[in-house]
């Protein structure tokens, strides 16, 4: 009896085995299946992921390429002779002449203007009748108030001397007010000033019809060398870049006074439109000219004032700015704004 007991125990506890046996195969098929079941899903996480990151990179490049950027031009500015005295006389400093518009230029995504005269402590008066020189603080007046380019192309830039030039790109490079149609020498003269606004890629381009002598050279500060065929073949290059989408060109020319531009400006103007320009930025009159749409281009023939101090007539104490708006590569319009000057030479939106 003892003995069958025994046998029957041990076949007893042989079953047990072989069941325990079976289960964890079971056991062991089971987390097998649902190792390969996560490592799947884990799998199609990672496609989902991968998948919602490009849609995002997609939908981010779309709005980029949709979005409105909004450029804004200014004429010329002086920030000598009255409106130093105008500034002084009431204990202000030189950011004062932009506080009535500071608010509006920090509105757009780029503030170019002409700069009327060098900013330095150094060179000679060259004895013009009229000759411009700006303290080194007035580069801090001018990042403060929200430019952000400026030409220095014009018939006032040498007249404290090619030094004084030079010192002028030091002070503007050191307050990151970027400048164009002036340096040291002739590679940097000549060098376009290119911005990025979302993936529109800008180069600016900057001359003077005046001092067409006063050009850079490789061991001499100077302008931007005057030549309508050399700044076509320029403009063309630059457009035909990979990665150039927009040239404007800013123009330092006309008639002072005049409110229409003249057959020269008109025929200068559109040969640069023919040649790629999408803008063409105009001053030097002191009072505003017309704004032509022509074929593919813009020509802003004059700007008028931005800060000056010429308070002898109502048309040179006003002036315009030209919003120029950029959409999908293009520019899609500009828009005329006005301005008025006060008795300080603060200009100031007109309200329409």
């Given at each position: 009896m003892k003995k069958t007991f025994g046998v029957l125990l041990i076949f007893g506890l042989l079953g047990l085995v072989g069941w325990l046996g079976y289960q964890h195969r079971e056991a062991n098929s089971i987390i097998h299946d649902l190792n390969s079941r996560l490592t799947l899903t884990t799998s199609e996480a990672s496609q989902v992921g991968s998948l919602e990151e490009n849609v995002q990179e997609l939908q981010e490049q779309l709005t980029q390429r949709e979005k409105v950027y909004t450029i804004l031009a200014g004429g010329d500015i002086m920030l000598d002779?009255?409106?130093?005295a105008a500034l002084k006389r009431d204990n202000l400093g030189y950011e004062a002449a932009f506080d009535l518009i500071r608010d509006d230029l920090r509105d757009y995504d780029l503030v170019f203007a002409n700069l009327e005269g060098s900013i330095s402590d150094v060179g000679a008066d060259t004895g013009k009748a009229y000759s411009f020189r700006f303290e080194p603080i007035v580069a801090d007046a001018l990042a403060s108030a929200g430019i952000d380019i400026v030409?220095?192309?014009?018939?006032?830039m040498l007249d404290w001397g090619r030094e004084s030039l030079c010192e002028t790109t030091r002070h503007l490079d050191h307050v990151m007010v970027a400048h164009v149609g002036a340096g040291c020498d002739r590679t940097a003269a000549e060098a376009?000033?290119?911005?990025?606004?979302?993936?529109?890629?800008?180069a600016f381009l900057a001359y003077t019809e005046f001092y067409q002598g006063a050009h850079a050279t490789t061991d001499r500060p100077?302008?931007?060398?005057?030549?309508?065929?050399?700044?076509?073949?320029?403009?063309k290059t630059l457009k035909q870049r990979d990665g150039i989408d927009l040239v404007f060109v800013s123009m330092h020319w006309g008639t002072e006074y005049k409110p229409r531009a003249n057959d020269t400006q008109v025929q200068i103007g559109q040969q640069l439109v023919d040649a790629g320009a999408d803008v063409v930025i105009g001053h030097h009159p002191h009072v505003t000219q017309e704004i032509e749409r022509y074929d593919e281009g813009w020509i802003i023939y004059s700007l008028?004032?931005?800060?000056?101090?010429?308070?002898?007539s109502a048309a040179t104490m006003q002036g315009l700015l030209a919003e120029i708006v950029i959409k999908e590569g293009k520019?899609?319009?500009?828009?005329?704004?006005?301005?008025?000057?006060?008795?300080?030479y603060q200009p100031s939106l007109v309200l329409e």
């Open positions: 002779r009255g409106v130093e030409s220095l192309a014009n018939n006032h376009p000033y290119l911005v990025n606004l979302g993936d529109t890629t800008l100077g302008i931007t060398e005057y030549d309508l065929d050399i700044i076509t073949d320029r403009i008028g004032n931005f800060v000056f101090d010429q308070d002898w520019v899609d319009d500009v828009v005329p704004r006005a301005i008025q000057l006060n008795n300080r």
